[in-house]
């Protein structure tokens, strides 16, 4: 009976498995069709670059695709960090980091624009008793923030591309 048992159970889970062998995503990063010739980065230059050499990640891929168009980026990115919430004596128990960019990306020949973006996050997080605890969650806010400005720049490009 367990032997019976063990054998349905492989074959329901082999069943499962190989029903997902063909499986390839809707947003699939590799089939992007760019390649970046050039950038330019304005405001906060640190958390543009970071944003810059994940796109320039991507576009690496697609180099030995014939394709390819190669584009101009600008991108454009400020933080802010401001308190929300102050208790009687004075002193933050809360502050909001907020980051926006704006992403212009550019034909690199005909200087045609092909997508112009902005995106806006923002994530809030209580001050802690030692600084250095409410700094390293600033920094944990605002990686988070930077991967959903990525994320949602990814989809954009993919949606622009698809229209095409």
């Known amino acids: 009976m367990r032997k019976i048992f063990y054998l349905i159970a492989f074959l329901t889970l082999l069943i499962f ?16 069709g ?29 180099k030995n695709n014939t394709n390819t168009q190669s584009v101009y980026i600008i991108i ?12 009687s004596a004075g002193k933050v128990l809360e502050y909001r980091v907020s980051l926006d960019t704006n992403v212009t990306i550019k034909d ?15 994530s809030s997080y209580k001050a802690q008793d030692q600084y250095s605890e409410t700094i390293k ?16 720049l990814l989809i954009k490009v993919t949606e622009n591309k698809l229209r095409k």
């Open 108 to 122: 690199f020949i005909s200087d045609k624009e092909i997508l112009n973006h902005n995106l806006s996050f923002s």
């Open 34 to 62: 760019f390649e970046i010739a050039d950038y330019k980065i304005k405001g906060n230059k640190n958390l543009g670059r970071k944003i810059y050499f994940r796109l320039y990640k991507l576009s690496k891929l697609n």
């Open 76 to 87: 454009e990115t400020t933080k802010n960090n401001e308190p929300i919430a102050k208790n």
């Open 137 to 152: 969650l600033e920094k944990q806010n605002v990686e988070n923030l930077l991967n959903k400005t990525y994320q949602d």
């Open 17 to 32: 498995i190989n029903g997902c062998s063909g499986y390839k995503p809707i947003f699939a990063s590799v089939d992007l």
